[in-house]
């Protein structure tokens, strides 16, 4: 274990910690106002979404359209509310298909 | 039931809910170790980094950078701003989880990512409990240490088409999480269709990490003023 890697592991621990630990300190003292709860309540449609858009399409750089089939089979299944693990099973087995044919 | 057999079962389900994460992070951490294995990474570094770390796209950025001959201060930097993220997602999940023990909260706090805020705050709210939580992150935690560990030791160790094709795993969660909500609310597709297109365009005029937090807060306010989330109509 070279020391200069043990620094960069640890600093990279360190500042990766710290954002997710601050809200953990002080969320449970807060009180919300409900128009604040709604806009928290709203974040994880709006993170993933982003999460999502645009980078799927590049989840095969060279070609689109592994990011579009897969997506739209999983987004289909999870429309007809089959569970995630389907979902992304089926992503998975229509972008195989795709690479073999 | 007991206090404690409720919270065993709690722990289960958290566990169960994680099983997709397996199918991503596995793959993700080979594919990781593999770019820190060319970058002249040790497999005991390696390994460390994810299990001190756990933030997959700040340790590719980071042993990508290293590869490049950056200095220690700007991949600390970088992991920095691709993880500041998680201030938001983290006071979601605590938001949340309700009423929990100081300790167990920051605990708790080490194991948010990405796929565990996702699954955790589209989880019914019942089910929300701070042992469930911890049942997604052990499940996301060994997965990501596995995979990193197996490309570590073994760089071939996917064949390439499988490699490829789980390429998709991640966004297919996401979007399984996503799309059940939107049925039966359109004002909510739209938010989410609103949120794509402004991210998109972000992303050409900055990093993607900085127009992730942008376009997420930024979308989630205006949400506000025209989606109905239901039970809450205060």
Known sequence: MRSEILVLIIGMGLVTFIPRLLPSLFIEKMRFPARFEKFLRLIPYTAMA???????????????????AGGAAAALLAWLRLPVMVSVIAAIAVDMLIYIL | MSAHKNRKKEYFDGERAALPVILGFVPVGIAYAVMAHDAGFSALETVLMSLLVFAGASQM??????AQGAG???????????????????????????????????ISSAGVTDETFAIFTTSDEKRCTPAFFLGLVSVAYLSWAMGSLIGALASEALPALVSASLGIAMYAMFIGLLVPSLRGNGRLALLVVITACVNTALSQVMTSSWALIVSTLVCAFAGVFFVDLGEDAA
């Open chain 1, 50 to 68: 982003a999460l999502v858009f645009p980078s799927v399409f590049a989840v095969d750089s060279a070609n689109i359209w592994i990011g579009i």
């Open chain 2, 61 to 66: 950025m980071a042993v990508g950078m290293y």
């Open chain 2, 72 to 106: 220690l201060v700007a991949m600390i930097t970088a992991a920095f701003i691709i993880n500041l993220r998680h201030v938001i997602m983290s006071t979601c999940v605590f938001n949340r989880m309700g009423s929990t023990p100081l300790a167990l909260r920051i």
